[in-house]
Every structure is written in structure tokens, then in C-alpha cells.
RNA sequence: UGGGGUGUCGUCAAGCGGUAAGACACAGGUCUUUGGAACCUGGAUUCGGAGGUUCGAAUCCUCCCACCCCAGCCA
């Protein structure tokens, strides 16, 4: 099976970083970086950043850290930093033993601070923070210039060692920038660099009451680690100047090129952490790895795969345009991956029992089944067939519709991998007039799955013996939302939350094969979609599948098209 | 009504002054022991709008319009 090629990714960024490699802007050297805040789990959105950022280093030789990006104690958490690490991992990257803390830097990141005051860049302010908010102005008005701007340098030493050693209240001083009230970018009015936080730090504890704010603690993380390109999202664009501010003012050895990219949005779900976060604590989804989630985790339960993700984030581009990206893009590229190596078995989710009539009592035989119609290497199982089996309900319909070619009375179809069986009675339950039961007869002749005499059939169903076939527990999931954009529209982004996002299904039959398997590997179930067991939720004896995707299902679009 | 960005098919996205790639979606068709897969075909006379420069403009210039981001001691 030939392996999909794409052609190379190649995008604006990469231009950048092309040219730079001519002009020797960074001696050729590339060097990148992840660097997530540990303050939740990774989702999608983050997988295009992980694919860009890892996939230009290797590209171009070069290297990718991984950094936790850990500089507000609150809400960051050594949990999700495991997730994090667990997540970039089975994406498929390696930071090899380059995993850094931001929280490393404090003591250095300190240091740099002093250094700015000691060159008047920085100085120690003592307004609040709603006057702070009252000078800063507005998108229009430029903002007015604190009282406290010109304390001298020995005063802002001293200021901020007090503020380090633990002498002030949380919020009565900060450490600002000195730049420029007036400046039309409010990113520039004197930002805040430092503030105090008494707040326990999940990994440097009590030692610290003061943390850096981002725009201190990135550029100069990013520096640390001789970060030649710094790779963010579009929101950060007003902070570039900044950015370079600092490190111009600290004269760094390392000046990374900041650039910035537009922010995944994927259509049918939401994105933000601030919402997954809100999901998750209000119980609309049963956790992170809830298989809705758009989480990494999620995904992965449900059964995507991360050669799926990767050719997903390959395939969306690179570029500053605002978009929404079709949630079937991201479901094809998972049918496009499981339908080259997903073993077929046959499940049968709800149940319909088929009596073959002329087929004797006690006979049990057993069809060699292949995993895969066109790789052979996947290999074959044995499938038991009996006198009772298990069809699926939709496969049969007693007044069938003209462009409905499977069993109905009278009509013959082929049992996949088996004989052809024709439907001679229906059994009905007296009182719902539902059909309950369905005889047929089989023809021995059809074992190969051809008639002798050349006859056709229209349909091949799938199925599973009665007797042989085990219960399981199959869960089918649909979009998170009903709306292809919950946060474009009105009100509350859960007020448009599927309620049919999931479907428990607790009758469902499978294959006998399928009772030992304990991985977390993915099957076709044949003519319904792909399915990943729940390690989670599945017990000795009844396993529990996720549905990852349906399989395109053009007989679903005719039917849905006349009912319309 | 400041500043920073972005506008090319339903959704993404190439295009970098020489006459609109590709993918997904959609619509037809071939084939088929999955109404799956695979394969073939179809589609922007036009690039947010209006002017201008040019032999020639999605690409250059001018003006206009729309959308996104910024007034956390979040990132």
C-alpha cells in the first residue's frame, strides 16, 4: 500500500526562515520551541503549533524545545504538565533532553530585571491596579504617566528587592517598563513586568512572591535557549515590539525573530482553553479525554491517530487568515489513515435476529475472513456461522423504498464473506407490529460467495452468529455542537452543545476475535465506521468501543435527501 | 475616530506583473463480496469594492469597505 505523499509543507514562515538561511541572519542555524502554559490539556490548536515548531527543525536541522511556559502559579499544575509531556510524545515529537521550565529562569529572568532598572528601563510603580488601568488610557487617548515613574535607581533597587523578599502585600507594588504613555500600541504604556503573587508555585513552592509576566519571561526564555525563531499566534503581534524592546534594552546575545501565525479554529467546536476548561468543570463532557474533546486526549480516546493529527496539520497550511477550518477535513484525513490500517471484523450494533431456516440445528462452520480486502499482510481470522444469527436492523426492510437494495421478503443478499441467504417470513410482535425476527433461507451452493449460476445479488451484509458473537458496549459520537461556529453566535457558546454528541449503545454484538484484545488499536467495523476500544471503560469479558468516524455513507445521503 | 493584522471557489490555500495550483466538501460516472476503498469527470471568465499605472494586474499605486487583535498585576 502506497504511503500518501504531500507535497512539502511550505508556507510563509518557512519562506522567512529560508531567507534568513541565505542572508545568514542567524548563522543558518534554526532552533525553535513549544512552549505551552501547563494551565490545561493540549488540544488540536496546539497540535498545528507542536507540528510547525517540531516539524521546521527537523526540517531545516535544527532543534525544538519543549518549555513549559509556567510563569502564573495559579491554575498550572504538575498534572497537566504530565499531560502535556504525554500528549507532544504520542504526537510523535521528541525534545530529546530539552524540556525546560520557565520557572528555571526566575533567578536569571531577576538578574535581567535588575539590570533593566540599573539602566532606568524599568521602574518600581505603587498605583493600584484600577489606577493603573485609569492611566493607561484608551485606544484613542494616550495614557498619562504614573506618579512614581521617576524614582530614582537606588530607590527602584530597593523597591524591588523588598518586592522579591516578601515585604509587600500581593498587588501594592509592580515592576513597569519605561516606555512610552503615549505610544499608540497600549502594549507599550508602561507594561507591567513583575507583579506579587503569594501564591504556591507547583514547582518552585513558596520560594517566590513575585513571577514575571509573559512579555517579560518569553522573549527572554526564548533568548536562554538561543531560540533563533519564535513561532506564536496572531494575538501577539502587538507585543512584538515589546518583545524586541526588551531584548534590545538587555542587549542579549540571542535576538530571536518573533512570528506569528493564525490560531486553528476548527468548525463544530471550540478552541479556547478558558471553554474546554468551562466544559470540563461543568460537567457538560465527562473529562479532558472526554472522546468530544477536541483535546489531544480526547482525540487519542476516541481513537484518532497521531499520524491522522499530523497529516491534518500538514494539510490546513500556514497563514494569518482568520479561518475555520471544516471538521471533515479532520475526519477524513482520520478515514484516510485507519482505512489503509484498521483490521475489518464485523460488529453488529443493532441487533436483528435471522433464522436460517434450512440450515441444520448443531452446524457451526467457520468462514477465513480477511482483515483487509487489499492488504493481504494484515492476514485473516476464522468467523463461526450458525443457524441464528444477528443482522443489523437497518439491513432490513419489510416495504423497502425503490433505491433500497438490501433484505427485504423475497429478496436475496450475500453475508459477507458467506452464503447467499433470501428472506421467506418476518416474525412480528403482536402487539408493536415490529418486525422481530426474520427467516431465510441459504443457498449451500454460494459458500465462495458466488453463485454457480452466475446469478447476482445487489447487497452483502454484515453479521454475527448468535450463538458465537459476544456483547458489547459501542459508544457513537457526534459534533460537540449543533452550530458550525458556537462562538459567532448569541448568547452562551453551551447554549448550542449537541445533544445527541453521544449514544450509548448496550446490545450490540461482535466478532468472538474481538473479546481479548486490550489495546487501544482501531477496527473497521465493516460497513459502519471505525471503532478503538475504551481502555477505560471496558470490562473482562464486555468491551466498550468508541467510534472514532462512520465511513462515507452514500446510501445515508440518498435516504436523507428524500426525506427532505 | 488610535495602533497592529487580514480579505483568492461552500471551507482551507497556492499565486511574488505574463493571463487563477491543490486539498476537503459538493455533483455526476466507472468499478466493487463493505451503498467502503480506488479511479475518472465537473465546476472561481475571476481574486472585498472603485479608480489608476502597464502591451499585460490577484500581484504595483490611490481611495473606500468588511472582518480579527490590543485598554489583565492572564498567556
Redesign the pocket.
Known amino acids: 500500500m502506497a504511503q500518501i505523499q504531500h ?1 512539502p509543507p ?3 514562515i518557512r ?1 522567512i526562515i529560508e531567507d534568513h538561511s541565505r542572508t545568514k541572519r542567524f548563522k543558518g542555524r534554526v532552533a525553535t520551541r513549544f ?3 501547563p ?1 490545561g490539556y493540549l488540544h488540536i490548536g496546539h497540535a498545528k503549533s507542536v507540528c510547525l515548531n517540531f516539524g521546521i527543525a527537523a526540517q531545516y536541522g535544527g532543534a525544538c524545545n519543549l518549555r513549559m ?4 502559579p ?2 498550572e499544575t504538575q498534572e497537566y504538565v504530565d499531560s502535556i509531556i504525554r500528549d507532544v510524545k504520542w504526537l510523535g515529537f521528541d525534545w530529546e533532553d530539552r524540556l525546560y521550565y ?1 520557572s528555571d529562569y526566575y533567578e536569571q529572568l531577576y538578574q535581567y530585571a535588575v539590570q533593566l532598572i540599573k539602566e532606568s528601563k524599568a521602574y518600581v ?9 485609569e492611566h ?5 487617548e494616550p495614557g498619562k504617566e504614573s506618579p512614581y515613574r521617576n524614582r530614582s535607581v537606588e530607590e527602584n533597587l530597593d523597591l524591588f528587592k523588598r518586592m522579591q523578599a516578601g515585604e509587600c502585600e ?5 515592576l513597569r517598563a519605561r516606555i512610552d504613555m503615549a ?5 507599550m504604556r508602561d ?2 513586568l513583575y ?3 503569594r501564591t504556591h508555585h507547583y514547582r518552585t513552592g513558596n520560594q517566590w512572591c513575585i ?5 517579560f ?2 522573549c527572554l526564555s526564548d533568548s536562554i535557549e538561543k531560540i533563533t525563531h519564535s513561532i506564536c ?8 515590539p515589546l518583545y524586541d524592546w526588551i531584548l534590545d534594552g538587555l542587549k542579549t546575545e540571542c535576538h530571536p525573530q518573533q512570528i ?1 501565525f ?1 490560531r486553528l ?1 476548527l ?1 463544530y467546536t471550540v478552541l479556547s482553553k ?1 471553554r474546554l476548561i468551562e466544559l470540563v468543570r461543568k460537567g457538560y463532557v465527562t473529562g479532558w479525554d472526554d472522546p468530544r474533546m477536541p483535546t489531544i486526549a480526547g482525540m487519542r480516546r476516541r481513537g484518532y491517530t497521531p499520524e491522522a493529527i499530523r497529516s491534518f496539520c500538514e ?12 471538521m ?2 479532520l ?3 482520520v ?2 489513515d485507519l ?2 490500517k484498521a483490521p ?1 471484523v464485523m460488529a453488529v450494533l443493532h441487533p436483528l435476529r435471522v433464522v436460517i431456516d434450512n440450515y441444520p440445528e448443531s452446524r457451526v462452520e467457520e468462514f477465513d475472513s480477511p482483515y ?3 492488504n493481504p499482510i494484515l492476514g485473516s481470522r476464522k468467523v463461526p456461522f450458525s443457524r441464528v444469527l444477528y443482522i443489523e436492523q437497518e ?1 432490513f426492510m419489510e416495504n ?1 423504498p425503490k ?4 433484505l427485504s421478503p423475497g429478496r436475496e443478499v ?5 452464503y447467499f441467504i433470501k428472506c421467506v417470513g418476518v416474525v412480528k410482535d403482536p402487539k408493536t407490529g415490529q418486525v422481530v425476527e426474520v427467516h431465510c433461507t441459504y443457498d449451500p451452493e ?5 453463485a454457480p449460476d452466475g446469478r ?7 453479521w454475527v452468529s448468535a450463538e458465537h458473537s459476544i456483547s458489547a458496549e459501542v459508544r457513537l459520537y457526534d459534533r460537540l455542537f449543533q452550530v458550525a461556529n458556537p462562538m ?1 453566535e448569541e448568547g452562551d457558546f453551551t447554549k448550542y452543545l449537541n445533544p445527541k454528541s453521544l449514544e450509548i449503545l448496550t446490545t450490540c454484538r461482535v466478532e468472538p476475535g474481538l473479546a481479548t484484545i486490550k489495546s487501544e488499536d482501531r477496527f ?5 465506521g471505525y471503532f478503538c476500544l475504551d481502555l477505560k471503560d471496558s470490562i473482562p469479558g464486555r468491551p466498550a468501543f468508541n467510534r472514532v468516524v462512520t ?8 435516504a436523507g ?1 428524500e426525506k427532505k
Open positions: 507535497s511550505s508556507d510563509f519562506e512552549p505551552p502554559e494551565n511556559d509556567d510563569t502564573d495559579s491554575g520557565a510603580c505603587s498605583l493600584s491596579a484600577d489606577e493603573i488601568r493607561r488610557g484608551t485606544l484613542t500581593d498587588g501594592a507594588l509592580v505610544s499608540p500600541n497600549i502594549v507594561p507591567v507583579r506579587i503573587k513571577y514575571p509576566m509573559y512579555d519571561a518569553h499566534t496572531l494575538e501577539f503581534e502587538n507585543n512584538r506569528e493564525a479554529n468548525s478558558r494539510r490546513i497550511g500556514v497563514a494569518k487568515n482568520d479561518s475555520i477550518i471544516d471533515a477535513l475526519e477524513h484525513c478515514r484516510e482505512n489503509e475489518r483487509h480486502p487489499q439491513d423497502p433505491k433500497f437494495y438490501r450475500r453475508l459477507r464473506y458467506g454460494t459458500r465462495s460467495g458466488f447476482k445479488v445487489d447487497a452483502t451484509i454484515h459567532g473497521q467495523f465493516e460497513r459502519l465511513l462515507r455513507d452514500s446510501w445515508a445521503k440518498l435527501q
